[in-house]
């Protein structure tokens, strides 16, 4: 994946919310446009390092 801009999202218990909160960091950002494709990467249990066992794709604006 080239353009990657990672950041590390922090207060986030559960991967369920994980999308809506990154967007939002983002958009603050002004860093994507409702539209754009993001790329997230993450593990679970979530705020254990080295636990990283997904990715997932998300629309910003669109559903979680």
Known sequence: IWGFLP????????VDGLAKVTEKRLLEERL????????????TPMGIRGTTNFMKFHIIGGPA
């Open 7 to 14: 950041r590390n999202i922090q207060d986030v218990q559960k």
């Open 32 to 43: 994507v446009r409702k539209g754009d494709v993001i790329g997230i990467v993450a593990g």
